[in-house]
């Protein structure tokens, strides 16, 4: 059965409301910060990332931050911030960003919907894998850039075919 017909479907469902059942149903740890926010802690391959989702109702707009600690050598941040664009060149859904000041690594992604569209379990559940597999397919060039001393092109060459299938 998938999530959303096990779900109870409805036009009145806040988006969070959805967001916080799939993160029970998932066994995520949650926090639900307020009626329009929750933050989630979701566990890949490299490590466990911090995911943040909120909902503005003024635009439609369900928007999402996953994060993960990067602390790279002061002389190895511009090497970082070269990597990001090269990065970003090769997202199409989401980008990253490095927020220096906290030593986090940002995917950031929007669900902009149409006006009175409900956001489906299947929106939150595609918005979350995303991140998740963006932040798993990068980090380890991100790792080789900030403690290998390699080159974004060079580093980068670890996450330049995405992975299909099953071993």
Do not use: K
């Not at 199409?92 to 669900?111: C, I, K, S």
């Amino acid at each position: 059965m998938s999530l959303s017909e096990d779900f109870l479907h409805g036009e009145d469902l806040h988006p969070i409301d959805i967001v916080e059942h799939l993160a029970e149903h998932r066994d995520w740890e949650f926090d639900r910060v307020t009626d329009d926010q929750i933050a989630m802690a979701v566990t890949g391959q490299w490590r466990t990332y911090s995911i943040t989702l909120a909902w503005s109702g003024h635009d439609e707009m369900l928007r999402l931050i996953c994060t993960f600690e990067m602390e790279p050598p002061e002389h190895r941040v511009q090497a970082i911030y070269e990597t990001l664009n090269a990065t970003n060149d090769m997202c199409w859904a989401g980008a990253f960003t490095y927020w220096h000041e906290q030593r986090l690594m940002v995917w950031r992604h929007g669900l902009m919907l149409a006006p009175g569209q409900p956001v489906a379990a299947e929106h939150v559940e595609r918005l979350i894998r995303t991140a998740v597999a963006a932040s798993e397919r990068f980090y380890p060039a991100f790792q080789l850039v900030a403690w290998g001393d390699r080159t974004p092109a060079d580093a980068l060459q670890v996450a330049i075919a995405e992975a299909y299938g099953r071993a």
